[in-house]
């Protein structure tokens, strides 16, 4: 049997000492959460992780979703952990106040995403879907369509989904043909296909909120012709109870290679009666309001598995006998001893811990800084955090999700063959982590984000951000208890910053061609730059981060060097190799 | 619909081109193997292949294996198409004429066992372990029993299988707990449970001969008192009739993340009669025989699940429109370009494309080391031949194992979401595959069979062999066609041989945390030799190998240095870290 606990020691520590969210006490959001509050909040999401969430993770695995005359049936206890799930309150965590919400910051809901998605990953996928629909609708819905949904999808009374993909326009939404035709009523009626839709049909709710990309019959072409429509799957009546079923309907679930408790569907939509969001054509606009937090979201599930992925294998290898340490025997009243005494297998364990608690500081860190974006005192700060966002947002979509796929494998390696049967539960976590590194734009989509857009924004403004970010940490460290990485982590950004001015320097097929060892880049950086501050900020506590911290610079971070070096070979190679069609 | 065609034409040029095997035309086994019957043999295997094979390969994996009542039933069309590679005399391929085998060499069997194992993994299981039983018994079996069995495993007509692995005793052998009584015909009664028996029990063929390790009543503790039996399920009658059913039984399948169409079974031998092969304890060895040559098939099998994945990925990436190059439209009259226009795509292909080919070039150079270690003039060429084929094998396994996986899920990376769900057929490449880097001896412990074991035999001369080879290609290389690769293949042998001495100096638990780096920087140098090899002897044919020798130098040897920087570094920080158990 599987086995998980919530590492809730290791999120205080980062709120607590790390991140020092007392500092920001004063402001909205920050005010409420006490050192108290924090605790509780982590220790009751604990709990239902463990209790409710994890004990279905398997069975979900094995039952899946079924679909039968338009219903979609999930997992059997699903719906009973989903309802203790809203009962305790933790849809509405990070929700507004004048929905119902607890108002806290993305970061708490961020560190809560974690330990449910470690715990079932399948089951978190109906309320983060959810999330990312109230944060669109938050933001750009007119104050009736608010009123109606948003007090029922923030308790997730009502669940909601995200309609953008149809089977020819995946990454080019460009492409996408689905149309809205405006009715008498100032509704529309949708009609098209759309695949690939997260939990897009289920019973776990009483309604679910389809926001669906569609085009005005005077729409332009390209991206620029693309409307947001919100679709109830049944209409709501102005009292707020609910009317007709909508005319929008799953036409079959795709079978995959894993998330098994999680129906991901083909919507037909026949004339669906569905809303503007915000102004015609700027669809594409609002969807991507929500899909930065989505974004952060996403590395941390890539996270979350390697999590549970590493629990598991750190169990198993303090238990496996087979064969004797380097040094001989190490348990000599047994006939062998415990496999962790193998250096290989410790070189995996620490592999997998040194970025998971590394990626953890990194996701973290990134959406403290979307609140601080909202929260923060003057516009000079607020300027600050949105820009180190929206440059972290890719790096921590794609190379938490890398990460999560590499743990999760090391994981099973660390079991040998029974990694590979089903029995202990490892391989789920394998396939289940796969769709982080492709949905929500793949993660050779996020590293062209990143050097094709976020490089070059405010004239480079952003990485300047990060750099000196990191800049301010090597002073605060000098002559601090983490001085022995000050040396190696500033070798490490001189490195970095010359690669990237080295690609600021090149057309867009060259940079094309280094965007993904570039992301990788800020990425292996970035978590060197969290391990040294955890490792400075771990003297007062009782966490050993500086053991860890060691591994991840002595093992990890070297990769820099080769990440950079091709970096600045660009794409000519590439290019011109007679693999296929070339410009 | 997944596609597949067998890469004969790579497999010729390695042949003909970079192996030269017609430089060994005097030598048993290379003298019949003409370029006519060389041809012959790849598209014959390549028709048998592509016709009966992979129509069968994503049904194996749906429908699966099941046991009822102590049989075993294989997906159905298994068994004619196993029926139609016997037939076709492809199972005594390289059999000894003796047995009515072709006695062909290895590496031609390495080829056709490529094609097999791309074509349908878990079908190819069936004659791989038939194979390696066959050169176990052939290797150390009296001639009683070679007489009785080798004939009808050659033939395909009965398979074989290897009980190695019991519940407590996987990867330490010592551990292992079966027992053979002495019976008084000679005979003995096994008596023991073993787990992840491959093809173990199944209808495929009339007989299965199980090779079982277990241990005699006055045997000593330890891997030196394990003696190897033959089991077959039922008795061969002196006519060479089968006689009775043998107490040899399947208990149970497990459920694997893939290879679902082999049956992977936990057996029970209830005094099931069994022969001693060979020396009483000395059964470990007469195993090991056999092994070197499975984990050189085990290396082929990653590499061709990333193959098939590769040439699946290059088809949709052809195919598949979404979005403009970095040069704008390629094609204006379509709504958008084929995706392998897009520089990172391209990346992903190359990445899989040298990596397959430079590979498949190390694993066939490997099989004709060991074949020449047999069939060589004198001793002097065969110990070379023997010494390079040691030092090779745990290379050719463990980094064409990871090879595969990475392949694979590149390949799933090129569909985006299409890759995840099953419909087009990757996704099964990546569960099917990653089997590879754990059965036959994990790839950690191919790694420290390499460090632990090779690079030390006879005062270090294997890798000195190595070395010496690269030397010599560097030599005939200059000033050739592929003179651009002498000085960073010279500098990557420079930096390798400075690392692995460093490693000669360091003791045991220094060494097993650098033995996974130094197996992948002896790969990565490997293949970068077999690229600027190909790349030579290409300029005489139509095969275009340069760029793609190109892409493998500039993007995938750097990696070479961040190895070699790991490995540098010992394993202090890895063996004094607070995970767990420390000597």
Redesign the interface.
Known sequence: MPVYKAPIEDFAFLFNHVLKIQDHKHLKGFDELTPDLLEAVLEGAGKLVEEEFFPLNRHGDEEGCRLEDNHVYVPSGFAEAYGKYCEGGWASLTADECDGGQALPHMIGGAVMEMLSSANFSLSLFPLLSHSAYMALKAHASEDIRNAYLPKMASGQWTGTMHL?EP?????L??LRTKAKPLDDGSYAIEGTK??ITCGEHELAENIIHLVLARLPDAPEGVRGISLFVVPKFMVNEDGSLGDRNQVFCASL?????IHGSP?CVMNLDGAKGFLVGAPHQGLKSMFTMMNAARLFVGIQGLSQAEVAYQNA?AY??DR???R????A??EHS????I???????????TQ?SQIEGGRALALFALMQMDLAHAADNQEEREEADDLTAFLTPVVKAHLSDIG?EGA?LA??CF??H?????WGV?QF??DT??C???EG???VQ??DLVGRKMNLHDGRLPRRFFDKITQSLTKMEAGPAEEFVAPLHAGVTKLQDALAQLATM???????A??PAMQAVGTLSIAWMWAEMAHASTNTNM?KI??A??YF??IL??L??LC??IG?G?Q???????????
Chains 1, 2 share one sequence.
């Open positions: 993909t020819h326009a995946g990454t080019d460009a492409l695949i690939f795709e079978k995959k290679m894993g991901t750190h290898a303090c006998l087979q064969g340490g380097p040094r001989g190490v348990d006939a062998a001893d415990p962790i005494v193998h250096p290989d297998v410790r070189r995996m364990l620490l811990k796929s494998n099973v390696q040998g063959g990694g590979f049967v089903r029995e391989e394998v396939r796969r769709i590194q492709i949905y793949t993660n050779g590293a062209m057309d867009l097929a060259d940079r094309g061609a965007a993904y050993a053991p860890t060691r591994f002595q093992q070297p990769k060097d080769y070096q091709i070979h794409g190679v590439i290019e011109t190799h007679p693999i296929g069609h070339v410009a």
